[in-house]
């Protein structure tokens, strides 16, 4: 399991955060409408995901709405990763953050959770945390 690399550094009397990851923030539309509202089945793809991209899944936390929509949230040992579900408007809403400036593993797992969900556009911004916040992707589509 990986560790968390050193998130602050001292400049004098200041200590300022170094990057600490990478936020990518999604919008996944077009989605089918029937996937949406199974809370279990939103799990068991996220956690499959999640393991098929090799980061290390600890816990998932979820809940459904009356009458629709679902939120689920998984802790990974890198940060953690939340999916907000709008069957109505066949959208989903999805966060993955990880505690480390590899994104490989980050964009596996959304075109995985995209093409599960049967999303038919996928909007989304990569976001740099820590001390230097920065947008440096974002993309109508892949």
């Given at each position: 399991?990986p560790?968390?690399?050193?998130?602050?550094k001292?400049?004098?009397?200041?200590v300022?955060?170094?990057?600490?990851g990478i936020?990518l923030?999604?919008?996944?539309?077009?989605?089918?409408?029937?996937l949406l509202?199974?809370?279990?089945?939103i799990k068991?793809?996220?956690?499959?995901?999640?393991?098929?991209c090799?980061?290390?899944?600890l816990n998932?936390?979820?809940h459904k709405?009356d009458?629709?929509g679902?939120?689920?949230i998984?802790i990974?040992?890198e940060s953690h990763i939340?999916?907000h579900?709008?069957?109505?408007?066949?959208?989903?809403?999805?966060?993955?953050?990880?505690?480390?400036?590899?994104?490989?593993?980050?964009f596996?797992l959304l075109?995985i959770?995209?093409?599960?969900?049967?999303?038919q556009?996928v909007?989304f911004?990569?976001?740099k945390?820590?001390?230097?916040?920065a947008?440096s992707?974002?993309s109508d589509c892949?």
């Open positions: 399991m560790t968390r690399a050193p998130v602050v001292r400049v004098g009397k200041t300022k955060m170094n990057s600490s936020h923030v999604a919008e996944l539309k077009g989605c089918s409408p029937g509202n199974d809370e279990n089945n068991r793809l996220l956690v499959d995901g999640i393991n098929t090799g980061l290390y899944y998932i936390v979820s709405f009458p629709i679902v939120t689920v998984s990974i040992s939340a999916i579900t709008y069957p109505e408007a066949q959208h989903v809403s999805l966060d993955i953050f990880h505690c480390s400036t590899e994104s490989e593993s980050l596996k075109k959770l995209s093409s599960k969900f049967q999303a556009e909007k911004v990569e976001i945390r820590g001390d230097k916040l947008v992707k974002m892949f």
